[in-house]
C-alpha cells in the first residue's frame, strides 16, 4: 500500500460484464481507501470535484462537514493534498475510481488529462481508476497526455450467463426446472442480447408463461417439449422488444 501506484488504470467493457461490482468489492474486501463517483449523477466537473471533495473527509481527521466550494482545477489541486496531507492516508494509495467515465469526454478539456495526471500534479500517492463501456481510442484528448494501464473485461459466455441467471430461481420450483427455463431463454436470446440486466428482465418477465401448463396440471416440470411449444410465441413477441421495454 506504501508502494506509489500506476497513475491511472482504463478499464473497459460492455454493459453489465462486472466492471463496477469487481472494482467495489475488490476495494471494500481489501480495505483500500477510495472515492467511488458516478459520472452520470455528478454531470459537470465542479459537481464532480466536489463529491470527490466530500467523500475524502470521512477520511480526514477533522472530520469537515463543512462544504468547500470547488471551482477550477487548481482549487481541486490544492484541496485535495490538503485532505490527502491527513493521518489516515499518510503513506497509502487511494483509489479514485470514476465510473461511466465517458461523460468525461462532455467536461472542460482539461478534466481528463488532468484525472490521468492527477498523481503527479498533487504529488501525492493517488490512482484515478477509469470505468467505460467504450474504448480508449474514443476518450484519447487531442494533446498529449498520459496514456493509462488499459484492461478489457469481456463479455460472459453463455456457460457464465447460465450459471448466475439459473441463481435466482423460485423457491416454488426446482432449481434443474429453472435452469432448463434459462437454457430455452438463452437458446432464444443470446445471439441478439448479452445484457446480463436485460436477460435477468426477460427471465423474470418469462417465467410465469413457462410454468402456465404445470400451474393447469397439463404437464410436468420434466415435459420440456410441452413448456417450450407454450413459451414459444411469447419469447418470439418477447424477441420484438428487447431493450425497448414494451411491457404490457
Excluded at 476518450?139 to 448466475?164: A, M, W
Amino acid at each position: 500500500r506504501e508502494q506509489f501506484s500506476f497513475p491511472s488504470i482504463f478499464i473497459y467493457g460492455h454493459r453489465a460484464s462486472g466492471k463496477t461490482y469487481v472494482m467495489h468489492t475488490l476495494l471494500n474486501t481489501l480495505q483500500l481507501p477510495h472515492v467511488f463517483v458516478n459520472c452520470v449523477e455528478y454531470f459537470t466537473s465542479r459537481l464532480l470535484l466536489e463529491e470527490i471533495l466530500i467523500q475524502l473527509q470521512s477520511y480526514s481527521e477533522a472530520e469537515q462537514t463543512s462544504h468547500v466550494p470547488c471551482d477550477t482545477l487548481n482549487d481541486f489541486v490544492r484541496l485535495f493534498k490538503q485532505a490527502v496531507a491527513s493521518g489516515k492516508l499518510q503513506d497509502q494509495t487511494l483509489y479514485i475510481v470514476l465510473d461511466r467515465a465517458e461523460q468525461l469526454r462532455e467536461m472542460e478539456a482539461n478534466i481528463l488529462p488532468a484525472f490521468l495526471r492527477l498523481q503527479e500534479l498533487t504529488d501525492r500517492n493517488v490512482t484515478v481508476i477509469l470505468l467505460s463501456e467504450i474504448v480508449w481510442e474514443l476518450f484519447r484528448p487531442n494533446t498529449g497526455c498520459l496514456e493509462p494501464v488499459t484492461l478489457y473485461f469481456p463479455d460472459y459466455s453463455i456457460g457464465h450467463l447460465q450459471k448466475i441467471l439459473s441463481q435466482n430461481h423460485p423457491p416454488l420450483y426446482s432449481a434443474d426446472f429453472y435452469a432448463a427455463y434459462i437454457n430455452i431463454l438463452l437458446g432464444v436470446f443470446y445471439m441478439v442480447c448479452r445484457d446480463l440486466k436485460e436477460l435477468q428482465h426477460l427471465a423474470a418477465l418469462n417465467f410465469s408463461k413457462y410454468c402456465e401448463p404445470v400451474v393447469r396440471g397439463e404437464a410436468s416440470e420434466r415435459d420440456t417439449r410441452k413448456l417450450w411449444k407454450n413459451i414459444e410465441p411469447h419469447l418470439k413477441k418477447a424477441m420484438q422488444t428487447v431493450y425497448l421495454r414494451e411491457i404490457s
